[in-house]
Each structure stands twice: as structure tokens, then as C-alpha cells.
């Protein structure tokens, strides 16, 4: 059954795995910074600023992943900014999760009764203090459900990067296949890992919703 | 002496609703006011408007000398020297009790922790909550909250404090707590002006009762006016409250 698939081609897989997850951290990292400054700015009180936002998640959320690395690599390339795909795959998955995350968080931070603010205020805190210290540690708990769920969305979706020549799970796939040609074999070993990466995640945020909602019950 | 808080001729619509008909009032210092009234007089919104959570549309508010109705008011400096106290509490609830205190104490007075934290047990002392200091809000009953919510408040030392009907969301043996414990302030000279329905407290301990209708200061007089109501309104919101 294993043919010519040899340890050799499953040490290059496993390898590969350590690169989808750097991409993975990196694009969670990068992502969450930015998606913490557009969250900002989305709940801002300069209406400018707030419409900016809007229009920053709207466009991102709807333009395809792909599409964003395509700009970031080959875009980039003809003004003479050749970035090694890592770098370019970092920044276009920063600018998608940003917007995602952005939009989770405030939702969360939205999601926060009125009277926190009003208390929190009347006793001579300013805005960015409420926000720092009492709006922000509460609704981060609320936000961590989905935050962790949409990082299950950002492992997958490192596959895409592949398209670009980094040489990740699914690239690495690709290549050990193109040398054997056994793609049932290979490819489902590519999404076992990605499984075993994803799952744990999965049930670790639905077992946080769960514990969310027991408390507010 | 000159009046502590002064509301003048405030008029206060939310949309086409007219909530505030041009109130006047006025609070000399160390006095207890309690303003009582049905749902929809315009009696929590009077309180809100004192501490700005409102802006008023016409009128003046002038508290501790801040005019409230400036557009330019420093809020900053309206609210040390105003305390609120809400009817659902509102503490932080991921802070204990005792840091919930702290917070605007380390973070608006600039005290360091050691500080913070010795004025926090001597409000809490205050309202008999000390052995409570480091549980969270949610481990402790309503009328707890509420007293921690006042400590809170006091802590500031405010030189006037609001009470939006902080006993409407609690049970009689848990109002008694609370009220105690503002019948404490009083005592201790704090200017206190409350909306309130605890009829019985407000003729014990206020120096003079507001009683608001309609959007509009109806009848006011010492806690006595209770017994001889002047106008037919007051007459039958008490027959029906009581």
C-alpha cells in the first residue's frame, strides 16, 4: 500500500508541518495587532475613523484570501519588492485576519452593558481607561470562543500560501507527489496533520462557549 | 450659604418625548433631598442630568461650582466631586470587591496599591462588607453589591452623592441593609440626593421630598408633606403606593 513512500517522504511531511504553523503564528500575531488597531478604530468616536474601519472590513472580508496573496507576491514584484513568499504570505494573511479579528472583537467589546461604561466612567476614568480596564479584560473573555475558532480558520488556510512556492504542508504534499505520484496516500496523510492541528483546537473553543454560557446563564 | 447643586428651569426631550418640563431645584450642603415620583416623571433622568450622563437642552445645572451645562465642561473634575450609585450596581465584574475600589483610585487619584487598598477596607469597613474585600461581586447578594457599589462611590470622596433607586432590585431584608448604610452617610454629613420609592425612609431622613410629575417639580415640603399631600397627583400616587 505504502509503495514507494518511504520515512524519508514522512519526515519531509512532518517537517513541513513546523512551516504551516510559523505561517500559522505569524499570520495569528501580525493578524491580531493590526486587527486590535481596527478594532480601535471601529468603535472609535471620530466618525471618520469609524467609516475607515467599515470600509477596511468590508473590503477585506470580501476579496479572497488568494486573491490578497496574489497582490502581495506578484503585485509587489513588478515595482522590484520581491518578498520571499513567507514574508508575503505573513503580510496578506495579516491584512485578512486583521480585518476578521477586528470585527470579532468588537462585537465583544459592543456586546459590553452600557452601564460598564457609565459606571466606570462617573467615577473620573476616561474613555481609554474603561476601555483598557474594565471594557477590554471582559469582553476578552467573551472573545475567546471565537477568536480560537476563527485560528482554526487560519491554519487551514495556510494551505493556500502553497500557490505562492512556500513550502508548507500542503506545498510539501504536492512535491513528495509529484515525485511518487501517490495522491490518495499522501494527500490524506496532509489532512490527518492538519486535522490533528485543528481538532484540539476546536474542542477547546467549544468547550470555553460552553463554560460562557453556563456562567451567563 | 450658597446651594451645593442648583438645577434651573431644565427642559430635556429624548426624540419627540419631553421628559424634563423645566425643573428647578436647589441642594445646600449636608442636606439629604429625596426625590420620589411614578415611573416616567423624569426623576432618574433629573439625577442623570447632575452627573452629565445626560445633556440637558435648555436650563442651567451648577454643581460644586462646575457648570454642568457648559458644552466644554471638564468631566474629569465633575465627576470626583460627584458620586452615582445605580440601581443594578454595575461593579467590574472581574475585579474583587476590594479592586473594584481600587481602580479609580489608582487610576484617577494616582495612589499607589498600599494606599488604594487601606482606603478600600475603611469604605468597606464603612458599610460592614470588610471580611468581604477580596470575594468577587458575583459570590455576594444584591444588597451587598449595592453597598460595595456605594463604597465605591465614596471612596472618591464625592462632595455630593447620587442615588438612582439603588433598593428597587432588592428584596425588603436586603433594602433594609442599604438604607442603613445611607442613613450612615447622612448622619456623617454627606449631601445626598436620591430617587427613590422607600416612602417610609424618605419622610424619616430626607430634609425636604421633590415630588416630581409629568416631567415637572409638582409639590416639595419636608418628609410631613407625605401625610398632608397639597395637590390631588401627589394624593393619589401615594394612596397608590402605599
Known sequence: ?217 | MSPIVSVKNVYKSFGPNQVLKGISFEVAKGEMIAIIGASGSGKSTALRCIDRLEKIDQGSIEVAGIRVDDPGVDLHRLRQEVGIVFQAYNLFLHLTVAENIMLALRHVKKQSRTEARQLALQVLEQVGLRQKADAYPEQLSGGQQQRVAIARSLAMSPKVMLFDEVTSALDPQLTGEVLRVMEDLAAGGMTMLLVTHEMAFAKRLANRIIYMHEGRVWETGPGSMLETPQTPELRVFLDNGL
Not at chain 1, 467609516?51 to 515595482?79: D, K, N, R
Request: glycine letters at 8%; hydrophobic letters at 55%.
Open chain 1, 1 to 217: 500500500m505504502f509503495g514507494n513512500f518511504t520515512s524519508v517522504h514522512l519526515y519531509y511531511l512532518v517537517g513541513a508541518i513546523g512551516w504551516t504553523l510559523l505561517l500559522s503564528a505569524l499570520a495569528f500575531v501580525l493578524g491580531a495587532i493590526g486587527g486590535g488597531a481596527v478594532m480601535l478604530a471601529r468603535i472609535s468616536e471620530r466618525t471618520w475613523l469609524r467609516w475607515l474601519a467599515v470600509a477596511y472590513i468590508e473590503c477585506i472580508q470580501g476579496i479572497p484570501l488568494l486573491i490578497l496573496l496574489f497582490v502581495v507576491y506578484y503585485g509587489l514584484s513588478v515595482y522590484g519588492y520581491s518578498l520571499p513568499s513567507l514574508v508575503a504570505a505573513g503580510i496578506a494573511m495579516m491584512i485578512y485576519v486583521s480585518a476578521y479579528l477586528g470585527d470579532i472583537w468588537r462585537g465583544c467589546v459592543q456586546a459590553m452593558p452600557r452601564q460598564q461604561w457609565e459606571a466606570s466612567e462617573c467615577l473620573a476614568m476616561s474613555r481609554w481607561q474603561t476601555l483598557r480596564l474594565v471594557i477590554i479584560p471582559q469582553a476578552l473573555r467573551l472573545s475567546l470562543p471565537p477568536t480560537v475558532g476563527f485560528m482554526v480558520q487560519v491554519i487551514k488556510m495556510t494551505s493556500l500560501a502553497s500557490v505562492i512556492g512556500f513550502i508548507e504542508l500542503t506545498r510539501a504534499g504536492q512535491i513528495i507527489n509529484n515525485s511518487i505520484f501517490q495522491p490518495f496516500l499522501i494527500f490524506g496523510l496532509v489532512g490527518l496533520f492538519y486535522f490533528a492541528l485543528c481538532y484540539p483546537l476546536s474542542r477547546w473553543s467549544e468547550a470555553m462557549e460552553r463554560k460562557l454560557n453556563v456562567a451567563n446563564r
